[in-house]
């Protein structure tokens, strides 16, 4: 097979077209009917303006939003900062079956997020929940909680299963980018006495920040479109206390009130987008090429 050769532009229409149809074309059929009363309950479809933004931006709907921008940010700096501690430690000579440890650790990753909100939802129940049993066993009743039901908790504890599930990935992603490092410029660095501190913070880190960079951007797209864990979790209760964009996004769908959801998922788009401009040109300057 030969990698040289080029084919006629006209090969790609195809697949242009299927992406126009099939993607780009909804898209923008959603963003305008964002922009109308649009209602499963009505046959009229009448435009609105900006009527429906101006909810997003004057009722509850900033706390979903919140709530979002809350949950992504958290998630992605636990998942990056400890998959990064995981990675390096599991790269290290002195540890034995890092294989196996590694496989431990991204287990999780393999179960759908459905399946785990499930089993921590029950593992989580406050009278038959294994973990507020288990410490009542033990003698540490006053650490027992209403995991997901008290309104000060029950987010952190969404994250924190969120951030068990995700880690393992990004454990993974790290790890392969470590391994590409050449290990001559580690040889270089001790011949001149540096410590870990300085090939990590001159070696390690810069030539690790493209991966860096893939990963916080994969998080940003999980963390902003996240709706199954918290759905199975919680349901975006108590109340609408771990409410995120895409739950709302399904009452809105559930309640028929279609335009509000195209609003809600616009708006959603729209931070995404601009998050993940903004990280790409922040970073793009400071990779370095090995």
């Known amino acids: 097979m030969n990698n040289n050769i080029k084919y006629p532009w006209y090969f790609a229409i195809g697949a242009v077209l299927l992406y126009f149809v099939f993607f780009f074309l909804p898209g923008l059929l959603g963003i305008f009917l964002s922009f109308t009363d649009w209602n499963i309950y009505f046959n009229d479809l009448n435009f609105v303006g900006l009527e429906n ?21 958290i998630t992605t700096i ?10 390096l430690l599991l790269t290290q000579r002195f540890i034995r079956a890092k294989n196996f440890q590694r496989m431990v650790f991204f287990s999780p990753q393999v179960l759908s997020y459905l399946v785990v909100g499930l089993v921590f939802r029950s593992m989580l129940h406050p009278t038959r929940g294994f973990l507020n049993n288990f410490l009542n066993s033990i003698g540490l009743e006053n650490l027992s909680r209403n995991w997901l039901t008290d309104l000060n908790i029950v987010f952190s504890t969404v994250m924190v299963v969120d951030v068990w599930k995700g880690v393992g990935y990004i454990m993974v992603v790290i790890i392969a980018g470590l391994i590409s490092i050449s290990p001559t410029f580690y040889e270089a660095a001790e011949i001149d006495g540096a410590n870990f501190y300085q090939k990590f913070t001159k070696i390690t880190l810069p030539l690790l920040l ?25 349901n975006g209760g108590p109340g609408n206390a771990t409410g995120v964009i895409n739950t709302a996004v399904y009452k809105e769908f559930s309640k028929g009130d279609l335009a509000m959801g195209t609003t809600l998922s616009t708006v959603l788009f729209v931070i995404l987008l601009s998050l993940i401009y903004f990280i790409i040109k922040s970073m793009e300057n400071k990779e370095v090429k090995m």
């Open 210 to 234: 493209p991966v860096l960079v893939n990963i916080t951007i994969l998080n940003l797209t999980y963390g902003l479109r996240v709706f199954d864990m918290i759905y199975a979790l919680t």
């Open 53 to 73: 933004y101006k909810r997003v931006l004057s009722t509850e709907y900033t706390q979903y939003i919140g709530n979002t921008l809350y949950f992504t940010i």
């Open 78 to 87: 636990a998942k990056t900062v400890l998959g990064c501690l995981i990675a």
